[in-house]
């Protein structure tokens, strides 16, 4: 069994059973992967308040060599300084975009300094966007072709212009302004 220490971001916690969890994390040294999480759900965890989606945490994994993955040993979080909703929708984000196990440093350095900073603005998405390379310097709308691209939708990874957005009857909350 390998053991690693690194800073992550706690994008989603998912039950497994009746203590255990699965916590999908965006980790700097890493990329996104996901760690069971043993006997989180117990009353006297010291996981559980770490491990909360949107905490920035510096993680002490195993990695086991039978190939079934991470664990989370421990945990120390930061809270991050958003509005709930600003907040969701950015772990929405991250989690549908970044693939898993491919860690890239310019995005990760991206992702902290949004949820340290609480800065939740389009240049912030846009930014992220470009490191991933979804986004060229003249996108254009997947549904018209019109240059007013204003927003991305995340779970099909396409650009609409906001006539596109109502016409196809898309919630604002489904997505990321950019």
């Known amino acids: ?17 009746e203590i255990d969890a699965a916590v999908t994390l965006y980790t700097k040294d890493f990329g996104k992967l996901t760690a069971k999480a043993k006997s989180i759900r117990k009353i006297t965890s010291k996981l559980a308040g770490h491990l909360v989606p ?13 190939g079934n993955g991470f664990q989370v040993l421990d945990a120390l979080s930061e809270k991050p300084k958003a509005n709930l909703g600003d907040l969701l929708r950015f772990l929405n984000f991250l989690n549908k975009v970044t693939p898993a196990a491919l860690p890239d440093l310019s995005l990760w350095y ?5 949820l340290r900073e609480g800065d939740f603005g389009v240049e912030s998405y846009r930014r992220m966007l470009r490191d991933l390379g979804f986004l060229t310097d003249s996108p254009v709308c997947d549904d018209c072709g019109s240059k007013r691209v204003a927003y991305f939708l995340t779970g099909d990874v396409i650009f609409l212009c906001a006539d596109s957005l109502r016409k196809l009857n898309i919630s604002e909350n489904d997505v990321v302004s950019i």
């Not at 991206?110 to 949004?114: F, L, R």
Request: aromatic share 2%.
């Open 54 to 66: 949107g905490n920035v945490v510096r993680v002490r994994l195993i990695e086991h060599g039978d």
């Open 110 to 114: 991206e992702a902290d300094h949004v």
């Open 1 to 17: 069994m390998l053991e690693h220490y690194t800073t992550a971001i706690v994008l989603a916690t998912e039950p497994r059973g």
